[in-house]
């Protein structure tokens, strides 16, 4: 099966030509130049930069796949969740070329689309991961923190997905771009914190641990952040500059111990045989140096998309959904698919 993947949920203008599960390519075009002098995404900016680049994004990667739309079988799109006016630019591409060319076309949740981005494979076909189930999978990204049970019912395409925790407020990166805004380290916050936190001492302030009761395992950052607000509130710049790494280390070390806590909680209760992770966040080094030591303790064996495209926001995610959507024959029709950007999981 060749799928055509479109992804547009964000700030990320992207498409992917996928055989089955198999990456021919993935193609990121990223806005963050434009959002970063407003301290996060502007919608207008993303609609517009979306439209500009979606027609190109898709040409390169139908080239780089060496693949013409004529080969392809299905279109994959994200329906939401995600910005209305941006999820509308690629739902309305999606359909046109499905109407043009003919073409099946599967609308796929975001969120689903990270949780699966561990099935992802390479042109050669590779990781091929032996994804024992129940697995339990950490899927935190700038719009969700939430921890899925994942199991397989009937068939190998039949998916079956319990939300055993989730965040009550802000996800985990948007908690890390809150705080990298407060220290004035700019738009996207997760990566710049990462980069700043190295030779941070992570126990400069005491912040607290929100939700800490053992039998809670929701999120919630939006405390946090109030609190890491109210410690320095009435520091100098200077003071702050001085003191940036041992900030950056702080926050970053609460927000994951967190993550880690629940995640454990959730490994005692649920007994999964595998463990999975994704999402943007996954692109921090520390984090996933601590998922690892989780792994190691409990002895059971991890998973997580290797490259960082796989774990931000890209189309190959959605083409992996997509193909199972598309196996389960959960066709959407092009003449009526609407964006949702408040589409639930
Ligand atoms: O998955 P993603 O690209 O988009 C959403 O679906 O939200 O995730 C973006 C989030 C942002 O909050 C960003 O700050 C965070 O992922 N992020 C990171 C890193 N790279 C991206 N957080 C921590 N460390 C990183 N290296
Ligand atoms: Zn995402």
Redesign the pocket.
């Known amino acids: 099966m060749m799928i055509l993947a479109i992804e547009t949920s964000?700030d990320d203008t992207c498409a992917a030509v996928l055989e089955n599960t198999r990456v021919l390519a993935n193609v990121v075009s990223s806005q963050t130049d434009l959002h970063k002098d407003w301290g996060g995404v502007v919608p207008d900016i993303a609609k517009r930069a979306h439209q500009a680049r979606i027609m190109p994004v898709i040409m390169t990667v139908l080239k780089r796949a060496k693949v013409k739309i004529e080969d392809i079988d299905v279109i994959a799109v994200t329906k939401g969740p995600g910005l209305a006016i941006a999820l509308s630019v690629g739902v309305n591409m999606a359909k046109e070329l499905a109407i043009k060319y003919h073409k099946k076309l599967v609308a796929v949740n975001?969120v689903e689309g990270?949780l699966l981005s561990n099935w992802a494979q390479n042109r050669e076909g590779l990781p091929v991961r032996n994804i024992v189930f129940p697995a339990l999978c950490l899927t935190v990204?700038?719009?969700?923190t939430k921890l899925i049970l994942i199991n397989l019912q009937s068939s190998n395409y039949n998916f079956q997905y319990e939300v055993v925790g989730e965040t009550l407020d802000d996800a985990a990166?948007?908690a890390?771009?809150k705080a990298a805004k407060l220290l004035g380290l700019g738009y996207?916050?997760?990566?710049v914190?990462?980069r700043v936190a190295i030779n941070g001492n992570k126990k400069f302030l005491e912040l607290p641990r929100p939700l800490a009761d053992k039998k809670i395992l929701d999120y919630s950052f939006s405390g946090l952040k109030t609190s890491f607000y109210y410690k320095i509130k009435d520091w100098e710049k200077e003071r702050i500059n001085k003191n940036l790494a041992n900030l950056a280390a702080t926050f970053q070390e609460a927000v994951f111990e967190t993550l880690i806590r629940k995640y454990k909680l959730a490994i005692e209760k649920y007994q999964p045989k595998t463990l999975l992770a994704s999402?943007?966040?996954l692109?921090?080094q520390e984090l996933r140096k601590k998922l690892r030591k989780v792994a190691r303790e409990t002895k059971l064996p991890i998973f997580m998309p290797a490259k960082k495209i796989l774990n931000?926001?890209n189309a190959a995610m959605i083409g992996v959904a997509g193909y199972f959507m598309a196996k389960r024959k959960e066709w959407a029709d092009p003449k009526t698919l609407d964006r949702d950007p408040r589409l639930n999981f």
């Open positions: 964000c975001h990270h990204s700038g719009g969700h990166g948007e890390l771009d996207p916050g997760g990566p914190i990462e999402g943007g966040v692109a921090n931000t926001d």
